[in-house]
């Protein structure tokens, strides 16, 4: 089931490469957690954080169901982060 917007630190994999994603340092089957919503951004800009911690990616909801997988959706609430 498609979440929208899929719950902060719920964990991801990549799936389906585009055109140039190697040349940018992505392979498939890379696992990113989904970070915590921007206000400033809106829902709609996903952030992906990488293995270290770092938010270094950002996508929209319909790229990130199209090439990747769900493997795990958080139970988290706090879209935001504010209270962490």
């Keep these: 089931m498609k979440k929208i917007p899929i719950p902060p630190r719920s964990v991801v994999r990549l799936r389906k490469l585009w055109p140039h994603a190697k040349r940018h ?3 498939k089957g890379e696992v990113r957690t989904i970070g915590y919503y921007s206000k400033l951004d809106g829902l709609d800009c996903v952030w992906l ?4 911690g770092d938010y270094d990616w950002t996508t929209d909801h319909e790229w990130l169901y199209e090439k990747f997988e769900v493997l795990e959706y958080s139970e988290e609430t706090d879209l935001y982060g504010e209270n962490r």
């Design 25 to 27: 340092g992505h392979e």
């Design 49 to 52: 954080v990488n293995a270290t």
